[in-house]
């Protein structure tokens, strides 16, 4: 039985066509590798990644925690000699397996978060009382503390559809 | 005469976990001569490790909000915090180089009655303080010069990615080394500084404990320098190295945003400074 891998050449042209231009100019150097952080502890090999890109390996890729490793340094562009973006990339990639359903469960709260309060943490009592004290309102005059602002700012993640993507309200 | 140049943009691990950091930006700014307009309404910039992550037209559009309050104030943006520069820094570049994507944020934006034409700078507090104010006047303000050594810790985001930023060697960086030089502090030389804390990339939220490791790697570096402090110039990396300190045991380098070190430098008060909610308590 072979397990040979079925590309999907589809896949390499879609993250081409959403802004990752220069996926194909990876010459699998492996510089990107030798620069990440990531990779030093663990499996993860950024060259990898990028060449199943290249292939079309959309169900290695989309489904994988391997997609979910970079921390987003730019160490990687910063020293490719090809200018790939890799991080751009990357994060193309990440939106499409958020597109497909693949999010973790911790990242959904981090944009439930954000639809509640237009932030990404939550305040408490004991923060606006150190706020209080310290000269500053207790709430920042942000999206926190403006009902309209809040209003608008979920009206955009409505628009984009953010709000179904996460499964929100 | 104040300078009206600059809108903070707070973001939300500073005014909603570090507000001393908040704080300390307020009060060495007005010290300086200017008058930081504030963002009515601004939101998460958003995140570039999170939600760029999720759905980056989302990110574009939520940014922009952000980018067409500021231009509505008439100013600039003043960030202080990596991830925010990072960012807000991003989006406004392709809204400049994509008029096409600038038309179709646009169309979103007037749902709510805003528009962005694309005026606004983004810049990082470090920069404008090493570029814009510079040595010299920084100087002058300084009344209790510190004597401690300290390991600088730059992030990602505040220089890279450098094609498009282009405010410092990406290799081989010396804007917060030299920062904290001005301030009497020492910045000690130590083993893969400009390593990320670990924290960023949606990396902290999904594995705190892979996070960690970057964390701990960091810090033993840090610890063999001999550094007695930790400054940044991100309220993210300083959660990470703060709060996660307390999940690795034989840890005990305090925190402090480049802010709060000025500020200590300048003489302020020590409650602007926020020091109580720091997890690794900071006696100075």
Not at chain 1, 13 to 18: E, R, V, W
Request: net charge positive.
């Amino acid at each position: 039985m072979s397990n040979a891998k079925i590309p999907d050449p589809a896949f390499a042209q879609s993250i081409i066509d959403a802004g990752g231009k220069t996926l194909d100019l990876c010459y699998q150097c492996g510089t990107c590798t030798g620069s990440c952080p990531s990779g030093r502890t663990t499996a993860f090999r950024t060259r990898q990644l990028i060449r199943k890109a290249q292939l079309g390996l959309k169900d290695d890729i989309l489904p994988s925690d391997e997609l979910w490793m970079c921390t987003t340094c730019y160490s990687c562009v910063e020293r490719c000699p090809r200018d790939v973006d890799i991080v751009d990339i990357i994060i193309l990639m990440r939106n499409m397996a958020v597109q497909k359903g693949y999010m973790a469960e911790d990242h959904k709260k981090v944009g439930a978060s954000l639809l509640k309060t237009g932030h990404t943490v939550p305040s408490s009592d004991k923060m606006k009382a150190l706020r209080t004290s310290m000269g500053l309102p207790a709430d920042p005059p942000t999206t926190i503390s403006d009902a309209k602002a809040m209003a608008d700012f979920h009206k955009i993640m409505e628009k984009t559809g953010f709000v179904k993507l996460i499964g929100g309200q | 005469m104040t300078n009206d140049k600059f809108a903070l943009f707070l973001g939300c691990v500073a005014p909603l976990r570090y507000p001393g950091i908040e704080k300390a930006t307020r009060e060495m700014f007005k010290a300086l001569g200017y008058n930081l307009k504030e963002m009515p309404g601004a939101g998460c910039c958003p995140a570039p490790g999170v939600i760029r992550s999720f759905d980056q037209a989302t990110w574009l559009a939520l940014a922009a909000r952000n980018l067409a309050i500021a231009e509505k104030e008439g100013c600039d943006i003043l960030t202080i915090c990596n991830g925010c520069y990072g960012s807000l820094f991003d989006a406004n570049h392709i809204l400049h180089e994509d008029p096409a994507m600038l038309a179709k944020v646009n169309e979103i934006l007037k749902g709510i009655g805003m528009h962005y034409s694309g005026k606004v700078q983004v810049r990082h507090f470090a920069d404008v303080m090493f570029n814009d104010i510079g040595i010299e006047k920084l100087q002058q303000k300084i009344t209790n010069p510190l004597n401690m050594n300290v390991a600088a810790h730059y992030g990602c985001h505040f220089v890279r990615p450098s094609k498009i930023k282009h405010l410092d060697d990406p290799e081989r960086p010396h804007i917060l080394d030299e920062l904290i030089g001005w301030t009497g502090a020492k910045s000690v030389p130590y083993a893969e500084k400009n390593m990320c804390c670990g924290a960023g990339g949606g990396v902290r939220s999904r594995d705190g404990k892979f996070a960690l490791s970057f964390t701990e790697t960091k810090l033993k570096n840090m610890k063999a320098a001999k550094a007695d402090y930790i400054i940044d110039v991100c309220p993210f990396c300083h959660l990470q190295f703060d709060r996660g300190q307390k999940d690795l045991p034989g840890y005990n380098l305090p925190v402090i945003h480049l802010a709060q070190l000025y500020g200590m430098a300048m003489g302020l008060p020590r409650a602007s400074l926020g020091l109580e909610a720091h997890e690794i308590k900071v006696n100075l």
